[in-house]
């Protein structure tokens, strides 16, 4: 492959700094533009493993501040967008951050790459698009690209308008865009408001783990290394396969919230009787699942990692980097604070 400048953006959360970690590790000949506004997901601890490599920058920026934006787009040939707000709870509290950041964000990324004229626009759009994995007819089955996209949160929402509009650009202006869906990711550095680092969090510190509803609601899961080859694949791809393409992008790896909370529970020798139930997410999706035989037979491409695995090295990570979580808790993030202690209400 010929050299290559990546803007990665949303590039110190969870999966966007594993990308930047893993295009550094396995591609020698890229270089990266990390740019991230550094809210309370961003974390520059993420990033500190790729800290000191040549081929590595970072910038502290807004994805709505358009002069930002093409100030740091300027000579990268790719842009892969991860920069978003994405917490569903957070969404239900704040819709208009995630409105902001998501749609008028994604719009000002995509004006500055049409002015740049950018090779390849991969958007991180979410298998959340979906609402509840069905067919048409109302049977549950994973989702296929071809879908009806229903939407259920705010945040799944304002992300199937930043799709569409991605979309949009290479249909209205022949932007070389690439839309991906992928189901819900899991590993190393993911802020622990999200379900499996908080359940690892809690167990580790013997705090009651919160169950929403009767545990049944099911997510298919990904680890971020697996996500990340799907997306360095759709990097690689000649333009003719891929661009103006939707691809979901996931592991076939279902499991339910009670089942999560079980296996974390033995990864961490924790007692079974942590496991709290609390009052049900408003407008919780019973199934996300995504099936992703497009990307299999288009690109070849195939997850490694079965999840029994990740989790088991994903628990040993969280036991093993301390430190990391202690930086992160020392913030005071109300909103944090409150989502691990949820089970511990009324006791
Ligand atoms: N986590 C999942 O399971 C999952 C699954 C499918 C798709 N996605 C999508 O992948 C992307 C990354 O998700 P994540 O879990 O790593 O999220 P995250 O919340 O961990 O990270 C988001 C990053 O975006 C940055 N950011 C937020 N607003 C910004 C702005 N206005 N300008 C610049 N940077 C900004 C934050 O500082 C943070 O570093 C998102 O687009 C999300 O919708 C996530």
């Known amino acids: 492959m010929t ?46 493993p790729v800290a000191n490599d040549a081929r590595y ?12 934006v093409a100030a740091s787009m300027r000579g990268c040939a790719w842009v892969v967008n991860f920069a978003a707000e994405t917490h569903v709870d957070r ?19 995509l004006e500055a790459a049409r002015n740049l004229g950018v090779e390849r626009f991969i958007q991180i759009s979410t298998d959340e698009v979906y609402g509840n994995a069905e067919a048409p007819s109302g049977e549950s089955r994973p989702s296929l690209e071809t879908d009806a996209l229903k939407p259920l949160s705010p945040y799944a929402a304002s992300k199937a308008g930043a799709d569409r509009l991605a979309f949009s650009y ?30 690892i969090t809690n ?16 997510r298919d899961w990904i680890h971020t290394d697996d996500h990340c080859s799907a997306l360095v694949a759709i990097l690689q791809a000649p333009s003719e396969q891929v661009v103006g393409e939707v ?75 301390p430190e990391w979580l202690a930086h992160v808790l020392d913030r005071r993030d109300e909103f944090l604070g409150a989502a691990l202690t949820l089970g511990t209400k009324g006791q």
């Not at 920058?57 to 930002?68: H, L, P």
């Not at 690439?178 to 680092?197: I, M």
Request: charged residues 20%; glycine residues 8%.
């Open 203 to 218: 167990a580790l510190a013997g705090r009651a783990i919160p169950v929403y509803g009767n545990g049944e609601n099911t």
């Open 247 to 321: 691809y979901n992008v996931g592991a076939s790896e279902e499991r339910s919230i009670i089942e999560n909370a079980r296996s974390i529970v033995a990864l961490t020798g924790a007692p079974e009787s942590l496991i709290t139930f609390v009052q049900d997410r408003l407008g919780h999706v019973r199934r996300h699942a995504v099936d992703s035989s497009k990307i299999q037979r288009t690109l070849g491409w195939q997850p490694t990692i079965r999840f029994d695995d990740g989790l088991r090295e994903t628990v040993a990570w969280y036991r093993d980097n």
């Open 91 to 109: 969404s239900i509290v704040d819709p208009g951050a995630f409105v902001r950041t998501d749609v008028i964000g994604t719009y000002t990324l």
């Open 170 to 199: 290479w249909a209205t202006y022949g932007l070389p865009v690439v839309v991906t869906r992928c189901s819900n990711n899991f590993g190393p550095y993911q802020y622990p408001e999200k379900q499996l680092p908080l359940f």
């Open 57 to 68: 920058s970072i910038v502290q920026g807004d994805i709505c501040d358009a002069e930002a």
């Open 3 to 48: 050299s290559r400048k990546i803007l990665v953006t949303g590039a110190a959360g969870f999966i966007g700094s594993a990308f930047v970690r893993y295009v550094l590790r396995t591609l020698p000949d890229v270089e990266v533009v990390a740019f991230d506004k550094l809210t309370y997901a961003g974390n520059l601890e993420n990033l500190a």
